[in-house]
C-alpha cells in the first residue's frame, strides 16, 4: 500500500506490546499478518511497552512507550514522583512527534477502553488520549481496531476514555457490549463496528483430538491461572478476592489429581506466574505441570492437546474455543461471558470471585459429557469469526488507509456484526 504520491504508507501500532502480557501480543501478530498479506508495502515500526522485546521478534523498529522506566512501579519517593510527573510532560512530545511521522496509527485489539483490572489514570489511559488527541492534531489516522471497553465510574479515567475513543479516526469493538458501554460512556457509536477478537484472525493449531467422546482413560486438563485480584472497583478487597481465587482454583486442581487426571497450567501474563508456582506448591503432584508458553500459538497448541480447558484469562479462553477444545470460563467480567456465548458456550462459566470448586467440578463434568456436541458448535463458529474478521480487515483498509476510496473519512463503512 503506497500514498497517492507513491511512497509507502507509514503504519504506527500502539500499545502494551512486548511487556509479556501474551493476549496483547496475540493481537498485535494479527494485525501484522493483515499488514503483510493486505498492505505488503507499509512502512510498520512501533510505541509500545517493550520495544526490545518487540524488535527481536517482529524485526520491526520499537519506540519505548514511555520516558520514565518507572512508569509502572509505585512511586513512594520523591525522586520517583517528581519522575513520573517530569515523564508525563516528556511523553506529551514523545508521543506527539512519533504520531506525526505516520498516515495511520493503529492500537490492536486489547482492552484499551476499559478498568476491568486495577488500572490508574495517569497511566495508559493518559497515553492513550495523548495517541489520539496527537492523531487530531496532526491529521493521523488513528484507528482503534478490535478493542475491549466497559463502563468506568472512576471520573479522571472515565474522561480519559471518552476522549481517546471520540478523537479516534475508526473504532471497532470486540463485542456488543463494549460499543454499548462506549454509548453509555457519551461516544457516538452509531457506526461503530463489532467483530470478533483480533487473536481468532491466528492461525488455528493442528489437532489430532477425536471427534467423538472423551477417550478411556480421559487425557490432560487445562487450567489457565491468573493473578486475579478483582477489579479497578476492588482495592480494598484485593487480596480478599486473590485468597478466594486461588484457594478455589487450587482445590478444583486437586481434586482434579484425584480423579487421576494430568493437569497443565496456563498463564497469559507474566504476573501469573506465581499463581501457578503456589498452586504446583499446594497440590505437589506429578500430575500437574506448568506449560512454558511464550505466545498464544504456544496456549492454542497446548490448548488443543487437551480434553477440556479451564481458564480465568480473556485470552486463555480465546486460544481454546480457537483450538476448539471444549471450555469453561472462570469469568471475571462481562467480556469472558460475552465471548463463551457467542461461541456457543454460555453455559459454561463460573465466577472467579467466588469459585466454588464442588460446583465447579460438577460444571467441568457436565462439561466433558457434552465434549463432541462442544466441538462441532466450536468448529462452527470459529468458520463465522474467520468470516467476520475479514469483513474487519476490509473495513479498516477502506476507512483509514490513504489509498482507499474512503480515505479521509472516519468510519466510512458502517458493518453491523454478522449473525
Given at each position: 500500500m503506497t500514498t497517492t504520491e507513491g511512497n509507502p504508507v507509514r503504519v504506527g501500532v500502539f500499545g502494551l506490546l512486548g511487556s509479556g502480557n501474551l493476549g496483547n501480543d496475540g493481537s498485535f501478530?494479527?494485525?501484522?499478518?493483515?499488514?503483510?498479506?493486505?498492505?505488503?508495502?507499509?512502512?510498520?515500526?512501533?510505541?509500545?511497552g517493550g520495544p526490545e522485546v518487540v524488535e527481536r521478534r517482529y524485526?520491526?523498529?520499537?519506540?519505548?512507550?514511555?520516558?520514565?522506566r518507572g512508569e509502572y512501579r509505585t512511586a513512594s519517593r520523591a525522586g520517583a514522583m517528581a519522575g513520573k510527573g517530569l515523564g508525563k510532560l516528556v511523553d506529551a512530545v514523545r508521543t506527539a512527534a512519533w504520531v506525526r511521522r505516520h498516515e495511520v496509527v493503529i492500537v490492536p485489539g486489547m482492552g484499551v477502553l476499559e478498568a476491568t483490572l486495577p488500572l490508574r489514570p495517569w497511566g495508559f489511559p493518559y497515553s492513550l488520549f495523548l495517541l489520539c488527541a496527537s492523531g487530531?492534531?496532526?491529521?493521523?489516522?488513528?484507528?482503534?481496531v478490535g478493542v475491549g471497553a466497559d463502563a468506568i465510574r472512576d471520573r479522571p479515567t472515565r474522561v480519559l476514555v471518552r476522549w481517546s475513543a471520540r478523537l479516534a479516526a475508526y473504532r471497532s469493538y470486540r463485542d456488543a457490549l463494549s460499543r454499548d458501554a462506549m454509548r453509555r460512556m457519551g461516544v457516538d457509536t452509531a457506526r461503530d463496528e463489532v467483530h470478533p477478537d483480533l487473536a481468532f484472525a491466528l492461525p488455528a493449531p493442528r489437532t489430532s483430538a477425536p471427534p467423538g467422546p472423551v477417550p478411556?482413560?480421559?487425557?490432560?486438563?487445562?487450567?489457565?491461572?491468573?493473578?486475579?485480584h478483582g477489579g479497578n472497583d476492588d482495592r480494598a478487597r484485593a487480596e480478599e478476592i486473590h485468597r478466594r481465587y486461588l484457594d478455589g482454583t487450587t482445590r478444583f486442581v486437586r481434586a482434579l489429581v484425584e480423579d487421576g487426571r494430568p493437569v497443565r497450567l496456563l498463564t497469559g501474563d507474566e504476573v501469573d506466574r506465581p499463581v501457578a508456582a503456589?498452586?504446583?506448591d499446594a497440590v505437589d503432584s506429578p500430575l500437574v505441570t506448568a506449560a512454558e508458553a511464550?505466545?498464544?500459538?504456544?496456549?492454542?497448541?497446548?490448548?488443543?492437546?487437551?480434553?477440556?480447558?479451564?481458564?480465568?484469562?480473556y485470552h486463555n479462553l480465546i486460544c481454546a474455543l480457537k483450538a476448539g477444545t471444549p471450555t469453561l470460563a472462570l469469568s471475571y467480567a462481562a467480556k469472558s461471558d460475552a465471548l463463551m456465548a457467542r461461541m456457543g458456550l454460555g453455559a459454561y462459566c463460573h465466577p472467579a470471585r467466588e469459585v466454588d470448586a464442588d460446583r465447579l467440578l460438577r460444571q467441568f463434568r457436565a462439561l466433558e459429557r457434552s465434549s463432541a456436541q462442544l466441538r462441532q458448535t466450536l468448529a462452527e463458529q470459529n468458520r463465522v469469526a474467520t468470516r467476520q474478521l475479514a469483513h474487519q480487515f476490509a473495513a479498516l483498509t477502506a476507512a483509514v488507509f490513504p489509498a482507499a476510496?474512503?480515505?479521509?473519512h472516519a468510519h466510512a463503512h458502517a458493518y453491523r456484526e454478522a449473525p
Open positions: 501478530e494479527a494485525l501484522l499478518g493483515y499488514l503483510g498479506a493486505e498492505h505488503p508495502k507499509a512502512v510498520v515500526d512501533a510505541l509500545c524485526r520491526i523498529p520499537a519506540t519505548r512507550l514511555h520516558w520514565y487530531r492534531l496532526f491529521g493521523t489516522r488513528v484507528a482503534l478411556s482413560p480421559p487425557g490432560p486438563v487445562c487450567v489457565g491461572v491468573m493473578a486475579f503456589a498452586i504446583l511464550d505466545s498464544l500459538a504456544d496456549l492454542m497448541t497446548e490448548a488443543a492437546a487437551a480434553d477440556a480447558v479451564v481458564a480465568t484469562r476510496p474512503a480515505a479521509g
